[in-house]
């Protein structure tokens, strides 16, 4: 495997740590670093000067992550092997000052047997508001640089760096800088960090760097955030992706995009039909048919939710009982997939796999990593057997992100069916970039596919049985569950 080398950066750095060691600090020369021994060229007793071993999971006295000196130009080597246990991580504590941006940058080479690993950097600070984290994952197949963008919060004086080997393997790396990022670099921070990391430009025949070029003296030129922010909406609105959006300084939401939806339910319609109904805030409600059907209505997986999920999966608990289940999310938009996988985990009683997901190895727009199953589980512990019965999801064109999830795991249960209209397409598993003018940029970092290789994104899901939506009268959707329902409990004998 060929090792790319630095010599110019790797003197640099060298230059930059003896100047700090001598305290030699001339006028007019450039300020020391803001990380010490970047480069790793200070070992004192088998550990790189300023440097910290913590533990990050695993028993404290069990085999650790090695820590050792590299070579070929990588300053500092961890390794795992198949006997460790304790899975330590490196880490330095900096100054930081409260609201400015911060640029991590890496020069490193993963490998693992077999190809796969896990690794990845970062830098975290803890302020009133809880943790603040910003990280970036490493993939194996040869030297990689690599950067993550990090907004200090107004409450924190100190930040962590941290390097980190999770997985069998080895990570050598070469060094890790540490940035302060002027306001005035904000657009080449986002120009540059979704080039490396947006998942989509290949698969939307996007060409970022003609749309960048045409944007870029008037948002270089862009007086304050908000101006910004108006030039940076017209120009990502081209991504036509709906998890892309920007949160300005003052805390306002911008969507660039609204893909085209249209409604296929309307709770007017349904409720003479529910027994009883118990709502849960913002999650949804649930409920019995004049049948003995249960029916859960799961209208977000956000996390804001997050409690008032917790008592939907409770008294979804006590429908399991139920000759079969209606899970409705026509009007979901989405969420955590956590949720959604918390959900199916009581209705299957061996894993399953519904989809897999790829994200960005490399600079190349269509280069991606080796796809990674996602699958639900059986729920653990002593709390009876998952529900066999018949299950209908009714789901469409307002179903997006995790709420398509829920629809492919139950699409991949054997006595599930889907029934309504296809999901919206939009899957991107978004992440924040910080920018230096207070402005935060989400985009997609993921390609979801379906079990049969295609990409979900435009697409959906389609549906086991096509309702179209009535404009008046009766919810054919909803009827069309319970005629299901009938029918196949029916063959049953219930």
């Not at 001598?22 to 020391?32: M, R």
């Not at 200070?42 to 695993?58: I, L, M, N, T």
């Not at 989509?200 to 045409?214: P, Q």
């Not at 270089?220 to 108006?230: E, K, L, P, T, Y």
Request: charged fraction near 20%.
């Amino acid at each position: 495997m060929t090792r790319r080398r630095h010599p110019e950066l790797l003197t640099a750095a060298l230059g930059a740590v003896l100047a700090s060691i001598a305290g030699v600090e001339a006028q007019g020369a450039a300020p020391p670093p803001l990380l010490r021994n970047g480069a790793f060229f200070e070992w004192k007793e088998g550990a790189p000067v300023a440097w910290q071993a913590r533990h990050a999971q695993g028993p404290l006295l069990g085999r650790h992550v090695t820590v050792s000196p590299g070579t070929n130009g990588h300053g500092l080597v961890l390794h795992a092997d198949t006997r460790t246990t304790a899975w330590t991580y490196l880490a330095q504590d900096v100054e930081a000052e409260p609201g400015k941006v911060y640029r991590v940058e890496i020069d490193a080479e993963l490998t693992a047997p077999g190809g796969a690993a896990a690794s990845f950097f970062g830098v975290a600070a803890r302020g009133k508001a809880g943790m603040h984290r910003r990280l970036t994952v490493l993939h194996p197949g040869g030297a990689e640089r690599d950067a993550v963008y990090f907004r200090a919060p107004p409450d924190a004086r100190r930040a962590e760096v941290f390097v980190r080997l999770s997985s069998t393997g080895r990570l050598a790396v070469s060094r890790l800088t540490m940035t302060v990022m002027p306001p005035d670099s904000s657009f080449d921070v986002l120009v540059r960090d979704m080039d490396r990391h947006y998942s989509y430009f290949a698969h939307k025949k996007v060409d970022w760097k003609a749309l960048t070029d045409g944007f870029r003296d008037r948002m270089q030129a862009a007086s304050d955030a908000n101006a910004f922010v108006v030039q940076a909406v017209q120009m990502l609105a081209a991504l036509r992706d709906g998890h892309v959006h920007l949160v300005d300084p003052a805390g306002k939401l911008h969507q660039p995009y609204l893909p085209p939806r249209t409604l296929n339910f309307d709770f007017k319609r349904l409720r003479g039909e529910l027994r009883v109904p118990r709502q849960f805030g913002r999650a949804g409600l649930v409920a019995k048919t004049a049948d003995g059907f249960g029916y859960v209505l799961l209208a977000s997986f956000r996390n804001e939710s997050s409690s008032d999920l917790a008592e939907l999966l409770r008294a979804l608990d006590g429908l399991l009982d139920c000759p079969g289940l209606i899970f409705d999310v026509r009007g979901n938009g989405g969420g955590n997939d956590a949720w959604a996988a918390q959900i199916a985990s009581r209705l299957t009683d061996r894993e399953v796999v519904y989809s897999t997901t790829r994200v960005r190895a490399g600079t190349r727009h269509d280069a991606f990593s080796a796809p990674r199953p996602q699958s639900i589980k059986p729920r653990k512990g002593p709390v009876g057997r998952p529900y066999s019965r018949p299950i209908v999801c009714l789901a469409g064109s307002f179903t997006m992100s995790s709420a398509e999830a829920f629809v492919m795991m139950m699409k991949a249960l054997p006595h599930a069916r889907v029934i309504g209209e296809p999901t919206r397409g939009s899957s991107g598993n978004p992440s924040p970039l910080d920018l230096p003018n207070g402005v935060t940029v989400h985009y997609s970092r993921w390609v979801q596919c379906l079990p049969d290789g295609s990409v979900l994104e435009g697409r959906g899901v389609v549906p086991d049985q096509a309702v179209a939506w009535s404009e008046d009268g009766a919810d054919s959707v909803f009827s069309a569950g319970l005629t299901d329902l009938r029918q196949r409990t029916r063959a049953r004998g219930r």
